[in-house]
């Protein structure tokens, strides 16, 4: 079949090719990008173990969901792996039904047990994710290698615009006649709670078709350079002499970023060699023969950049390293926890949906914006100004309850184009301070992060939380962007922090 549809493809005009690949890979990133939904179904998830599985579950312990989803950077490696040797349609299948069976089976399991709930919902529902999202973007990439930013872009908006589709649907599924929690914040009414193990048959069945023809057309061209071995992949690690990086390290991550010229097209390969002073003249001319001006540009970047033995033994890393940990904290928290806290002041669960469906749309849109205004000033610009407004915003949002639901609407979506400024700035900031030849697996190094901080708020919310109360939560979130905003202020007196002070 693969052979089949490729030959349908190719025998399309060649400024058509490119569009049912695209259509594949966007539909399945939407079925993928219900990640986003976790605080929308968080209530009902809570409310349902609490009543009929386990009445010590809480609301504070499920956090541990998102971050067990949050598994998916390391899952990219493996869908990288598993392309290789299956193919980018098997491998993207595995990791779509891994995915959205997690989402089936947790109709049974949130009826036995917790730990067995977070095993389908969280380590499947993210091990599946991460493998079937970097090949459905390197698939896409591999058609059109001259224009990465913008056919990843689109890619990555799929992912980003899925939440504003499901959270409404999610809500009507299960709690179509708008029943309010109580004052712990828990749902009682048995109407609502019999629905809930449903609601993941429904969507797990709903995420398999739309993935089912999605991987109809994920398929390479003819000409698709070979991807790496998981030698190739390590290999980066171990030797800092790696002349060529693999075909699947240059496109991992390069969903999450919006500049075309912070990235090297799919095919390029580094051909440069070092050469000795004793070497001859006549064999590097030979070994240069034949090469585009293009390529010859390209290696030239190559050889400024640093590989992940010289990044990790820099302090810039370190900076940005930590400045991404605290971005992420304050983002996790607000994604995870906004519904439970509005519910202690808004009894309209369909307007707290339709509420995060805005947020996300004005979050897919700010990417873009965040990307623009950092190619017209610098990343230190636009990453203070995302977090001094963040930080403004998470320090006054214990006063939404007075102003109602206009009020935290407001913030809501402000909070959510701020944090849009994450992943469009770091992965611009790691390329300009190490260059682009290893870009994917520094990124990878900083992206790591994320998931230290997801930790970290999982042991915060299920230990503290029930103490502090959201109100000092929200308040202690508040220093964090302001502590990434005094890092990136800071960041040129690093050795290489002066290369994104302009």
Known sequence: MVSVVQRSIMRLPEKYRLLPVMFGAVLIHVSLGTYHTFGNMLPYMASYLRNRTDPHSTLEEMIWVPTMQGCFPFAMVMGGVLSHFLGPRLACALGCYLMSCGVYLSSFTIQHSVSSFFFTYGFMYGLGQGIAYVVAVATVINWAPDRVGLVSGIVAAGFGVSSSIFAPIQTHLVNPSNFAT?????????????RVPSVFRTLGMTYMIMQGIGLIFITDPRDTP???SLSSLLNCFLSPSTRRPSSFSSVRYSSLRNHDDDVIPLTSKIRHRSISRGSSVEGEENEERGRSDSESSNDGEDKKSMNPREVLSSSTFYFLFCALFCCSFYANTFYNLYKTFAETFIDDDIFLAWAFSLGSMANAAARIGWGQLTDKTSFQTALSLACCLASFLLLTMPMTPLGGKTFFLT????????????HALF??????????????????LCVLSTTLSGVALSLLAQYQLHFLGYNWLFLITSVFPFIAFGLSTTIQITPQGHRISN
């Open 411 to 422: 913030w809501l979506i402000l909070l959510f184009t701020c944090m849009a400024a994450t």
């Open 226 to 228: 070979p991807s790496p």
């Open 427 to 444: 992965i611009t900031a790691t390329v300009r301070c190490f260059g682009v030849k290893y870009k994917a697996t520094n990124y990878g």
């Open 182 to 194: 109580g004052k712990d914040g828990y749902f009682k009414e048995s109407e609502l709670l019999d």
